[in-house]
């Protein structure tokens, strides 16, 4: 850990100055300053200071000048009324008169909950107030332990209080200071309306309606800002930037608006160079040789071929399995073309003819002897490997073609084993929906996050589906949209800024033009996607295609949601009354998208999530719901009767290769694949049905 005592060895004032400052900065991990306590009081006093006014932060005298003004002391303490533990004016500004102080640790514990053992105090509030908080809630380690000036000064510390009162920290006002830190800090205080600009989102709770307003966690957007520039970190982030940062709180402030969110986007899009027609122009072939010559696929050869071995056997034995199933997902989008082109022929009946034996049997023959075909197809995959200006020193690798060639024989029994388990519960139906399009979805459903859409807001698209569709059915009809699954074909993501509404006059005393208060920037992407509902119902939804295809919703994440285009697709809506003839359509979708499922594995802290997501690259993280920061209760302004402030909560997901779902057997994938809506006392969650 760095001490604020090697700091202080640097003899150049402006370098000096520069380590200083920003080793106080809310975004820096504390610095230890154990026998430099004398110094760490006179800089945080100096850091309260404009810049002008102070050209080296280690002079006492200007300290002294701080604490000598009452000005500062009576705004100093005036600003002790807006510390926070959740900031409501994160990201827009413009909320005002409002904080949030939770100091009961919270109910529900998950990722957002866990990232300290200590609370460290925000502030928010005018922006022309921001230095005068920074000297009481800056954060530093003394004696093992992450404390600041204002928990020094609530237990009247002995060491600290005569230092500061050798600053000019007379008795009166250390006792001014401790009286009211202990007042506006003792308990945890929410807001008693909603502000009309904060989030409301309505969920049903209990048999009722509550809203939820969320909130962003002060400790663990530092904690996130903190591991970032950490030398273990491995997470990838993204920027983004907001304006007017010292209005928004003291973390913004300090990193200029520039914050840092975690970036897990979905990555995908149709490769229109990858498909059967474009295969065989350009290399006569039937597979997808991309799949096996990418750098991915070279870089887990390596790794199995022990080339690039871990640092322990326990880890290597570890990260295995997940190789190898890495490794036949991609062996399978290899071979996909030939087996697309096998379903193609079976469907329509087409005539075909190829010179090349492999195909023609892979194509004509039984499904029962696709398995001896192993030895061919694996002779044509390091063919291909061979090819390869990467992949060719793993051709015909002594450890890698048994190991290939096991893989092989996987998939091939696996095509050729009929589905199982086809039965279907009386009152379980399916809504497949196919290409929908989503234009400007917000790819941030947390504020800590850059990826997926939130489940939440999909889970509100399904719900809003329902609604509107029962209200088309006669009234002793009812039916309820149980979970869903989602499919993902393409995403193409940009970074923007939006404009807020016109509602501030230019002049105020004066007719005068409205102008725009902020802008929001904000990360979003263009979607196309398919949908499977589950719906549990006496009625038979497939007698009232119409109904469902005039239900739908018009809204998805906070972009526009609209069917395909008639030219692509006029059978966007399909319903099913079981399993297999669904899983026969969704199986055969295209490998360039994925299926977004969850996951066990939960992760409680940074690092934990970190080593979840460089273990198995097909992990990302999502917004999954909002665990409660008090219990629901009567507010003004809330759009239902009871109204929670929560905790946004960030759980884990994976993208599943469609090879994969065609591979897996069919009760996996509706045991696995969808999501449902779960609560509790403590949190609304969106979650992985649990299927008896």
């Not at 993208?655 to 809506?677: I, M, S, Y």
Request: aromatic share 10%; proline share 5%.
């Amino acid at each position: 850990m760095e001490t604020l005592q090697s700091l202080l060895s640097e003899e150049n004032l402006k370098a000096r100055n520069a380590l200083i400052k920003k080793a106080f900065m809310p975004y820096t991990a504390p610095i230890c300053v154990d026998g430099a306590e004398k110094q760490t009081a006179v800089v945080l006093l100096n850091l309260a200071l404009l810049n002008a006014k102070c050209e080296d932060y280690l002079d006492p005298e200007t300290a002294k000048q701080y604490l000598k003004h009452e000005d500062n002391i009576c705004r100093s303490l005036n600003e002790i009324s807006w510390f926070h533990t959740h900031n409501l004016k994160y990201p827009d500004c413009r909320i005002k008169d409002q904080k949030v102080l939770s100091l009961l640790p919270s109910q529900y514990a998950n990722l957002v909950s866990n990232y300290a053992s200590t609370i460290e105090f925000g502030w928010a509030h005018d922006s022309k107030e921001y230095k005068h908080c920074l000297w009481l809630i800056s954060s530093f380690v003394w004696q093992g332990e992450i404390t600041s000036l204002l928990n020094l000064m609530i237990e009247n510390d002995p060491t600290w209080m005569p230092l500061l009162a050798k600053l000019g920290l007379t008795k009166k006002k250390a006792s001014l200071f401790k009286n009211t830190l202990e007042e506006a800090l003792s308990q945890s205080s929410f807001p008693e309306s909603v502000h009309p600009l904060s989030k409301r989102l309505r969920f049903p709770w209990k048999g009722e309606e509550v809203t939820i307003t969320p909130v962003v966690n002060h400790g663990f957007q530092t904690a996130l800002e903190r591991y970032v520039r950490s030398p273990e970190n491995k997470l990838s982030t993204a920027r983004l930037l907001l304006p007017n940062p010292s209005a928004i709180g003291s973390l913004a402030g300090a990193l200029g608006g520039n914050m840092r969110l975690l970036n897990y986007p979905l990555s995908v899009r149709p490769h229109s160079k990858r498909t059967l027609s474009s295969s065989r122009e350009r290399t006569h072939r039937f597979f997808d040789d991309f799949a096996m010559m990418n750098k991915k696929t070279c870089g887990l050869l390596r790794r199995l071929s022990g080339e690039s071995a871990l640092s322990t056997p326990k880890k290597q034995m570890q990260v295995r399995r997940y190789q190898i199933r890495a490794l036949r997902s991609q062996i399978g989008v290899w071979l996909m073309p030939l087996v697309e082109l096998r379903d193609h022929i079976e469907e329509s009946g087409d005539d075909f003819a190829t010179e090349d034996a492999l195909v023609q049997a892979f194509v004509f023959n039984d499904l029962s002897e696709l398995e001896t075909l192993a030895s061919g197809l694996n002779q044509q995959l390091q063919l291909t490997l061979q090819e390869s200006k990467f992949g060719w020193r793993y051709a015909y690798h002594q450890k890698l073609m048994p190991l290939m060639k096991r893989q092989l024989r996987w998939i091939l029994r696996r095509l050729i084993q009929a589905q199982d388990d086809t039965k279907s519960a009386h009152d379980e139906q399916y809504i497949y929906l196919s290409r929908m399009r989503v234009f400007d979805a917000s790819m941030m459903g947390s504020p800590y996050l850059a990826g997926a859409p939130s489940l939440t807001a999909i889970w509100g698209v399904m719900h809003a589906y329902q609604r509107q569709f029962i209200e088309l059915l006669e009234a002793d009809q009812d039916c309820l949209f149980e979970s869903f699954a989602i499919f993902f074909r393409s995403e193409s993501r940009h970074y923007t800024a939006k404009l807020t509404e016109l509602s501030k006059p230019l002049h105020k005393r004066n007719v005068s033009p409205i102008k725009r208060t902020t802008l929001r920037s904000e990360h979003v992407a263009d979607l196309e996607f398919d949908m499977v509902i589950k719906v549990k119902s006496e009625v038979r939804i497939s007698d009232y295609a119409k109904a469902l295809k005039a239900a739908l919703p018009i809204n998805f994440a906070g972009g526009g949601l609209f069917p395909p285009e008639l030219d692509i697709s006029r059978d966007w809506l399909s319903t099913y009354p079981e399993r297999s003839s669904l899983f026969h359509r969704i199986s055969r979708l295209p490998s360039s998208g994925c299926w977004l499922i969850p996951v066990k594995e939960r992760p409680q802290t940074l690092s934990e999530l970190d080593a979840c997501l460089s273990a198995d690259h097909t992990q990302l993280p999502l917004h999954c719901g909002y665990g409660f920061l008090e219990n629901p209760k009567a507010r003004f302004n809330s759009l239902t009767n009871l109204h929670c402030y929560a905790d946004n909560v960030i759980g884990l997901g994976k993208c599943l290769n469609p090879v994969e779902v065609r591979w897996g057997k069919q009760d996996n994938f509706f045991r696995l694949a969808f999501w449902t809506l779960t609560e509790n006392d403590a949190a609304i969650l969106i979650e992985g049905v649990k299927e008896d």
